[in-house]
T-cell receptor
């Protein structure tokens, strides 16, 4: 079955600390993975996608096919990173499925 | 338009009534998606439209839910005989093509069924 799992509903870290938001997926094909972010009172928007191998706002994510993971990382969290983060899997057939989301809270 | 537009932004209805939610995608985007966002449930895929092709309705939770897209642009999601468990934020998204393109989301309709 196709599935995206984000095990943490809430993650709280101090400003300047490293942060890792976990994402695991289940998919038999070749995965295309994304992270979307929703800041307070803003729309859900794309943060990054694995095929681009980019770093956005200091965040990176590496696809690990062996562990079926796509964890989102940032070495030094900032208060403005506080938001809801969703991991998403494009399954082909034009469908993108999302995890349950992790709320990141960065404390001053 | 500047982005995906959804209306109304908030809808309060009584159990058993029908509701219609509207989505106006970004001009030129051929793919349109409806998702449901519930607390703790993440984003649940409901339905997908691509151009004039038959929609993928595989995510609709029951036959009370239906959607149409007129002229390859505006879409309406209809929920008949609403139930309290239908209360959620309904999000619409569009993308330029129906591949692994970036999704652009609207700000959603908060539906509350009393």
């Amino acid at each position: 079955a196709q599935r995206v799992t984000q095990p943490e509903k809430l993650l709280s870290v101090f400003k300047g600390a490293p942060v890792e938001l976990k994402c695991n997926y289940s998919y038999s094909g070749s995965p295309e993975l994304f992270w979307y972010v929703q800041y307070s009172r803003q729309r859900l928007q794309l943060l990054l996608r694995h095929i681009s191998r980019e770093s956005i706002k200091g965040f990176t994510a590496d696809l690990n096919k062996g562990e079926t993971s796509f964890h989102l990382k940032k070495p030094f969290a900032q208060e403005e990173d506080s938001a809801m983060y969703y991991c998403a899997l494009y399954t082909g057939g034009f469908k993108t499925i999302f995890g349950a989301g992790t709320r990141l809270f960065v404390k001053a | 338009g500047a982005g995906v537009s959804q209306s109304p932004s908030n809808k309060v209805t009584e159990k058993g009534k029908d509701v219609e939610l509207r989505c106006d995608p970004i001009s030129g985007h051929t793919a349109l998606y409806w998702y449901r966002q519930s607390l703790g449930q993440g984003l649940e895929f409901l339905i997908y439209f691509q151009g004039n092709s038959a929609p993928d309705k595989s995510g609709l939770p029951s036959d009370r839910f239906s959607a149409e897209r007129t002229g390859g642009s505006v879409s309406t999601l209809t929920i008949q005989r609403t139930q309290q468990e239908d209360s959620a934020v309904y999000l619409c998204a569009s993308s330029l093509r129906a591949t692994n393109e970036k999704l652009f989301f609207g700000s959603g309709t908060q539906l509350s069924v009393l």
